[in-house]
């Protein structure tokens, strides 16, 4: 009993511990990265092409260019089209599950659509969109808010099916309460903390498919710093054995991607009584 | 009888559905397609552009059909693709047709190696993570897949191509055959050399979603009762394993692995960008690139049937294998 309850605790303290350095590396990263001002980074041809040094932790590219500073910019901006995106995804995953809860017929078209996003690649449709708005920002953060939507809808509709079989529920409709209000009052309450975990989670997705498409060239422009640019710029230069210039921007993508991996994971465990019983 | 009514009723009911999904995506995308400001002439005459005449570029928009409004651009090319015909592609100037035929040979190579790869590979790697759930080697495994789900697939790809073509020198760097070489003298030992690469990028990646699936499979199967039941006669290791889990965690394996041909088919489109393996994913890139509309309609349709062929697998194999679904309703 007693070790058992120290277990809990200590899983707890844990996952809290995880929520607060992932939050904090992750504000260190975006803080940096918005700190980065102009001048760091410009062309400097007194250093083309330097490996890691202790002046140039990540090495500086064919125009002198610092990495590491390129990388944080990178980052940030990532991070930036990543919350515009998740923010987006989460909305339209919002207002398609209550309007799901509206009637039989309405949830029928929601899990259609859910269907046909899910049946085009990934990333073909996210070419596709940003084809559409002629690439660029907009084009990516437009595709990225349009395709991401569909899984968190699934947890977000079951989710709300289960609340509205619910007995509270029932008394709610006999009493005479219109459907707007149970939405509002009983819907809406329940699957907050489902909308929080679901945001988070959006992120990895979001910055790996923003990196990806950028990398292809239909996404942000080629003079950004982003993390895409930077790998697909990096190709052209592997064959000299400049791996540092592919090597530290990807590794410090991956870690941002993980660390919001790790964030959610914790915040579900956190907030979540039912996946939070289970030490995973 | 009634299994064959009812399989009728199942392949008419899918069939209905890939009809209605393929009219609902080529709407979609027509209409997104129809809004891109990137205009098809020009990027059609590329950099000769000012060496046109307005007169000639109407002329190519009239014989292309541009200049008529969108709802009978569409109808026009839903006429044609219909009776087989999906357009000429702007880039590679030959019919939509052929070049996806030709590409998406070389595709499936890639992504039929990738994927059988990566099923052995995630199922023995989630089998033996479940078995040794809790020890250091079951969070070996799942913090290798955790790391693998946020890696993106062309860095992977990139280090890999600095660490054995570059560094090494082992494999070549890029393309699907070599180059200087006509293509029927090229053997099959060399287009293998150039398939390793990518397949193994392509395989690496898809380890994480199918080992975890596995593992957490199996970690169900170990916690359940007729397991315990036989762990107390005595059952225990391999034998337990062969007996008890494989069977039960065979098929949804096996169902996951179709279902996820969407990510392979994203996978393969990155895969091939790094390596410059001439397969649909590099065509589909190029065509957005170069605003080559028929091909990228081409594709996207193409692509959809994929996707469409490994969820309706997964569906069989869920609902038709398994006798105790099979004694139910399909």
Known sequence: MMRHQMLKVSLRQRTLAAITISVLLLLGMVLSGLWIGDEKLGINPAEMNEGPSLNHLFGTDWLGRDMLARTFKGLTLSLGVGILAAFSSTMIALVLSLFASWSEAIDRIVTWLIDLFLSVPHIVLLLLISFAMGGGFKGVVIGLALTHWPSLTRVLRAEMLQVKTAEYVGVSKKLGKSRLWIARNHILPHLMPQLLIGFILLFPHAILHEASITFLGFGLPSEQPAIGIILSESMRYLSTGMWWLAVFPGLSLLLMVALFDILGQSLRKWIDPFHGQKGV | ?330
């Open chain 2, 1 to 330: 009888m009634l299994l064959v009514k009812r399989i009728a009723f199942y392949i008419t009911g899918k069939c209905i559905k890939l009809a209605v999904l393929l009219i609902a995506v080529s709407i979609l995308s027509f209409i997104l397609v129809s809004h891109s400001p990137i205009d098809p002439v020009q990027s059609y005459i590329g950099a000769d552009i000012t060496r046109v005449s307005p007169e000639q570029r109407d002329n190519i928009a009239e014989y292309w059909g541009l200049n008529e409004p969108p709802i009978q651009q569409f109808l026009n090319w839903g006429k044609h693709l219909l009776q087989g015909d999906m357009g000429t592609s702007l880039i590679y100037r030959s019919p939509v047709a052929e070049v996806i035929a030709e590409r998406f040979l070389a595709s499936l190579a890639l992504m039929s190696v990738a994927w059988v790869l990566s099923g052995l590979f995630g199922y023995v790697l989630g089998m033996t993570a479940g078995m040794k759930e809790g020890t250091w080697v079951d969070k070996l495994i799942k913090g290798y897949c955790f790391t693998l789900a946020s890696t993106p697939a062309f860095w992977l790809g990139l280090l890999l191509l600095m660490l054995f073509s570059v560094w090494l020198g082992w494999l070549p760097i890029g393309l699907g055959s070599p180059a200087g070489i006509l293509e029927e003298d090229v053997t099959f030992m060399e287009r293998l050399r150039h398939l390793i690469l990518p397949a193994v990028t392509l395989s690496i990646v898809g380890v994480a979603n199918i080992a975890l699936h596995t593992r957490q499979k199996l970690v169900d199967v170990m916690n359940s009762d007729y397991v315990r039941f036989a762990k107390a006669k005595g059952e225990h290791g391999l034998k337990l394993l062969w007996r008890h889990g494989l069977r039960n965690i065979s098929l949804p394996a096996i169902s996951v692995h179709f279902a996820s041909f969407g990510e392979l088919f994203g996978g393969a489109v990155l895969a091939e960008q790094v390596f410059s393996y001439p397969g649909l994913g590099q065509a589909v890139v190029e065509a957005g690139l170069g605003g080559d509309v028929p091909l990228l309609l081409g594709i996207v349709l193409c692509s959809t049937v994929f996707v469409f062929i490994g969820n309706l697998a997964a569906d069989i194999l869920y609902k038709v294998v398994d006798p105790r679904i099979r004694r139910g309703e399909i």
